[in-house]
């Protein structure tokens, strides 16, 4: 590695995307990573400045553009300052999110509570 360059899995450890650099040199070796569109199958790797990556995070597709090196894991703020979002992701509970339609529903909609049943049963007939 030259002074312009920085192996993959300790550049998304250093901007803080994963909690270990165990767990990105992974991502690497899985080839799910992306440096400029081509597939990543080694966590060495070199990024420099400019370079575009692509991985999965979670349930997303991060895309980002490489700002700066960096030289440390540093404290969040000095991290986001490594990167820019170029596909920032929705907003959670906003449109898109299938958790948000699944929790609303209308009054009275879904499975009836007991007083329903015994009402429905008064209506039919079926005294006990």
Known sequence: MTADSLRVDRW?????????????????ASGRVRVNGTPVDKAHHAVRVGDVLT????????????????QRRGPAPEAQTLYADLQPPLPRGGEGSAKAD????????????????????????NME
């Open 102 to 125: 699944t929790a609303r529903r209308e009054r009275g909609a879904g499975r009836p509570t007991k007083a329903d049943r015994r009402a429905i049963d008064r209506l039919r007939g």
């Open 12 to 28: 998304l450890w250093f901007a803080r995307f994963f909690k270990s650099r165990t767990t990105a040199a992974k991502l690497c």
């Open 55 to 70: 991985f999965p995070q979670g349930r997303e597709i991060r895309v980002i553009e490489i700002r700066a090196l960096g």
